[in-house]
Nanobody
Framework: QVQLVESGGGLVYPGGSLRLSCVAS????????MNWYRQVPGSERELVAA???????HYAGFVEGRFTITRDNAENIVVLQMRNLKPADTAVFYC?????????WGQGTQVTVSS
């Protein structure tokens, strides 16, 4: 079992930045691929960024170099640094831990980009 708690969401102007954090507990954090997803009402949850246990990263095409995912296995934390945010980035962002057939979700944090 893995418990995930996200923080760092909020309201930001277009072009602004936010830093989302996800703290994990309960299992061996370093063995999991950690992901950030986002979801808007009426749409499917979509992958934003992923980082494997060995540190390889993957980003969705819409990120366009604006986001950076990092992890600290000693602190059991994964961070999504978001820059140059756009109104289209408005969504609930979810932290996800995945290993084999096991998948765990956080409760989500709202990100709103608006002037």
């Amino acid at each position: 079992q893995v418990q995930l708690v996200e923080s760092g969401g909020g309201l930001v102007y277009p072009g602004g930045s936010l830093r989302l954090s996800c703290v994990a507990s309960g299992s061996i954090f370093s063995m999991y691929t950690m992901n950030w997803y986002r979801q808007v009402p009426g749409s499917e949850r979509e992958l934003v960024a992923a980082i494997t246990s060995s540190g390889f990263t993957h980003y969705a095409g819409f990120v366009e170099g604006r986001f950076t995912i990092t992890r600290d296995n000693a602190e059991n934390i994964v961070v999504l640094q978001m820059r140059n945010l756009k109104p289209a980035d408005t969504a609930v962002f979810y932290c996800n831990a995945a290993r084999g057939s096991n998948m765990y979700w956080g409760q989500g944090t709202q990100v709103t980009v608006s002037s």
